[in-house]
């Protein structure tokens, strides 16, 4: 299987802030990755696919980027909403496997 | 618009077997573009796939799981289901059916609202 590591685990930051968060996979995936925001008592939502295509109705303010085995998700201006938790994922192969997941607070 | 929405029972003893549908609108399980997903999420933990079908397809399940999963279609009502069987308190969790991205494509752009299952005596 295919391992996905997020970091960091959780981070504090302000409205208006620049966020990154980073994904490594095990292997080299191409820009097989995509990534979910989850909000507390909700299914995640899909933000962006195949590494930096940004699905449709989701803010600018989001982006990713990398490919092979390390990819990065930035959030360029946080706004309130944006407090979640962010999930990486890899398509590449089955079984499709996620990322431990980045808690976004205040 | 797609929407998905999952039914089943809350609660599941240990050593049976859990059994959900998933009910879709907006949509086409028959559809021949399309995964169909199950996936779960433990409280406080992350996200697990657990498996996929497609039109006309095999299903293609988590090898964590394979030996216990089954999921399968019923076109006439729309659906696709979900069964593990032998469950432990380790199946407990909020599961989620889902569908995957155009051209069979494997992330999942759309979600139903989750069912909380746990399993207990």
């Known amino acids: 299987d295919i391992q996905m590591t997020q970091s960091p685990s959780s981070l504090s930051a302000s409205v208006g802030d620049r966020v990154t968060i980073t994904c490594r996979a095990s292997q080299s995936i191409d820009k097989y990755v995509n990534w979910y925001k989850q909000t507390p008592g909700k299914a995640p939502e899909l933000l962006i696919y195949s590494a930096s295509t940004l699905q449709s109705g989701v803010p600018s303010r989001f982006s990713g980027s990398g490919s092979g085995t390390d990819f990065t998700l930035t959030i360029s201006s946080l706004q309130p909403e944006d407090y979640a938790i962010y999930f990486c994922q890899q398509s590449h192969s089955a079984p499709l496997t996620f990322g431990g997941g980045t808690k976004v607070d205040i | 618009q797609v929407q998905l929405q999952e039914s089943g029972p809350g609660l599941v003893k240990p050593s049976q077997t859990l059994s959900l549908t998933c009910t879709v609108s907006g949509g086409s399980v028959s559809s021949s573009n399309y995964y169909w997903n199950w996936i779960r999420q433990p409280a406080g933990e992350g996200l697990e796939w657990i498996g996929r079908i497609y039109a006309r397809g095999t299903p293609n399940y988590n090898p964590s799981l394979e030996n216990r999963v089954t999921i399968s279609t019923d076109t006439s009502k729309n659906q696709f289901s979900l069964k593990v069987s032998s469950v432990t308190a380790a199946d407990t969790a909020v599961y989620y059916c889902?569908?995957?991205?155009?051209?069979?494509?494997?992330?999942?752009?759309?979600w139903g609202k989750g069912t909380l299952v746990t399993v207990s005596s």
């Open positions: 889902s569908r995957g991205g155009p051209g069979y494509s494997n992330w999942f752009d759309h």
